[in-house]
């Protein structure tokens, strides 16, 4: 975990003995019940410093989330970057949403035991997002390489209220992406503030995408999960 708070500090990010303590429970827990069901293809210790918790933190350098913000991390898998967020910022107020079970049920047991207040949230975010508790309700949707980039966006921006911004992290190659995106993230009443591209201390290569929600979205988006893949807004 030194070499975690290291990396942090090297970009600006401070992390105290009681954060990194919770990061060591964490990588514990994950070690731990990816023997039982398939959480992540990265168990190398220094790879899940790397590679989830740096990646995930690194979000707070590139965007400024409000204090007592509320945050709606979709497709959120294990965790990532949800749960390394709200260790380093408590005072988010954190929706995890995943559309399987067992990975709700793991990350109940992790903010338990992090003692994180997170909503976790069994449903498929094309459902979720017509619902009035969730739609527009999120100062900031997160969302780490779950689809593309078109697809994605119908996903996301739904749960985004004006002002606010939807983060989609995505690999280094994923400009292309980006292009065909523009205007179903435009029918979706977003803007792309910013893109920042940065490359990890193990080499990987990551860019970022910074989507302002700057009108209602339409309310017959998202559409169901075959039409978005079977006609994306490109």
Known sequence: ??????????????????????FAIYQELLLDWN??????AITEPRDILIKHFLDSILLLRWCEIPRNAKVIDVGTGAGFP???????RPDLQLTLLDSL???VTFLTE???QLHQDNQCVHSRAEDLAHEA?????????????????PALSELCLPFVKRGGYFLAMKGPDSQ????KALRGIHLLGGAVKDSPSYTLPDG??????IIEKTSQTPTKYPRKQGKITKAPLI
């Not at 975990?1 to 919770?22: F, H, V």
């Not at 292309?176 to 292009?179: T, Y």
């Not at 990987?204 to 995408?209: E, F, P, T």
């Open 204 to 209: 990987s290569g990551r860019a970022l995408y």
């Open 35 to 40: 023997n039982r069901m398939n959480l992540t």
């Open 176 to 179: 292309e992406e980006m292009e």
């Open 1 to 22: 975990m030194n070499e975690l708070k290291q990396m942090a500090r090297d970009e600006g990010i401070c992390l105290t003995d009681e954060m990194l303590r919770d």
């Open 82 to 88: 949800g749960i390394p967020l709200k260790i380093v």
């Open 110 to 112: 992790v903010s338990r």
């Open 133 to 149: 508790e969730h739609r527009e309700q999120y100062d900031v949707a997160t969302a780490r390489a779950v689809a593309s980039l």
């Open 101 to 103: 079970q067992k990975r």
